[in-house]
């Protein structure tokens, strides 16, 4: 436990020191969308939303850890949450995401990690899960992990993480700013080429579309032509996928995992819509869910008065009507491309397994493409 305390307080305080110099794209003066941004521009804009993370950096071959994001601050198990996901491209390790699609609830914290750390993942939750007082008779429980294979930079075969971990990252999570760039989940990651991580932003739609807000986290880890604002980034850097006559050419294979939340009244059927609208903000970054990807959106909602309680037997609930999607779709897409964006712009060049370099984006080169755009 002493061994686990260190370091994570030593991979806190490089992320903390490194993070401080860093900007996201909106603070750079480029905002992006229509719509206004929570107080915070992140998910936990979302009234109750929580977000914690365990970053693991050891020696020069790990550099991964875990990113939590709790949909409200009761027994989650108790009172679930109506959630949905959507498939972008399934080559990936979603693990529960067949009962949510079934039942149209999560049970628990949404886990982030490592491809081949989803088991320690899953422990985790499940330890926590039965910890909660009032849960000591419980005997199922669908633990909500997603993943993306930082292999890369970091040596994923060692399965550093621990279900510790991950309970630590949830314990940890808090409302307010969020850690973003190379923390958590984002610790190892790979976006076109560049180093990724963990990005977020939040849209507050105005009252006469509702008045709702729309957070959304990712951990990006995947590839395609980048964009930013309309501008080809990718290609004015010469680093994109399939520039077979450029030396630098890129793979699309990675993956990308992007949790939506909001407090909008939404039942499972329309959340499955909303979580489509995500792949669309995906694709404004020029992400291409390649065949190699494992492209997911989980979108939930933490509306209080469409809480499932889990000895129910009937529910009444109140949801939105579908007329009344077309905002919360178009809030969902800036959102999304947002925190993508956020997760390049906030992270920093990475030295990991076997001596693998990553670059951080060349943000002043990039900022330059947007002025002169």
């Known amino acids: 436990m002493r061994r686990l305390a260190s370091l994570m307080m030593v991979g806190a305080m490089t992320v903390m020191t490194l993070a401080a110099q860093h900007k996201t794209l909106r603070q750079w003066g480029f905002p992006t969308g229509i719509f206004d941004t929570g ?19 050891e020696g020069d071959s790990i550099r991964t850890g875990v990113t939590a994001i709790v949909p409200h601050q009761g027994n989650i198990f108790r009172n679930k949450v109506p959630a949905a996901i959507c498939v972008g491209n399934g080559f990936g390790k979603l693990a529960g995401a067949t009962q949510v699609r079934e039942l149209g609830n999560i049970e628990t914290p949404i886990v982030l990690t490592n491809t081949l750390s989803v088991a320690a993942g899953i422990e985790g939750l499940v330890r926590y899960t039965l910890a909660q007082p009032g849960n000591e008779n419980v005997r199922s429980v669908n633990a909500v992990v997603g993943e993306t294979n930082d292999g890369g930079l970091n040596k ?11 309970i630590e990252a949830i314990n940890r999570a808090h409302g307010g700013p969020v850690e973003q760039g190379c923390v958590g989940a984002g610790t190892g990651t790979v976006c076109f080429g560049f ?13 006469s579309l509702g008045g709702y ?44 995992m992007m949790v939506v939340a909001t407090d909008a009244p939404l039942d499972a059927r329309n959340l499955e819509r909303l979580a489509r609208r995500a792949m669309m903000g995906l694709a404004k970054t020029g ?5 190699g990807s494992g492209d997911y959106v989980i979108a939930l909602s933490v ?13 009444t609930t109140t949801v939105l009507a579908n007329d009344e999607m077309s905002p919360l779709f178009a809030a969902t897409i800036e959102a999304t491309a947002e ?3 956020n997760s390049l712009f906030m992270a920093h060049t990475t030295t990991g397994y076997r001596g693998k370099r990553v670059e951080a984006l060349p943000v002043q080169q990039v900022l330059e493409m947007l002025r002169h755009r």
């Open 39 to 57: 107080p915070h521009n992140a998910i936990t804009d979302v009234t109750g939303v929580t977000v914690g993370h365990v970053t693991c950096i």
């Open 156 to 166: 994923i075969q060692q399965m550093y993480v621990t279900p510790q971990m991950v």
């Open 195 to 207: 180093k990724g991580g963990i990005g977020t932003s939040s849209r507050q739609l105005p009252q």
């Open 213 to 256: 807000t729309i957070g959304v986290l990712a951990q990006t880890n995947y590839g395609g032509i980048l964009e930013i604002d309309g501008v080809q980034v990718g290609q004015k850097l010469g680093k994109f996928a399939y520039s077979d006559h450029v030396d630098r050419s890129q793979d699309a294979d990675g993956s990308c």
């Open 287 to 291: 992400g291409i869910a390649s065949n």
């Open 303 to 315: 509306a209080p008065q469409n809480l499932i309680p889990a000895d129910a037997r009937q529910l």
């Open 339 to 341: 925190a993508l964006w």
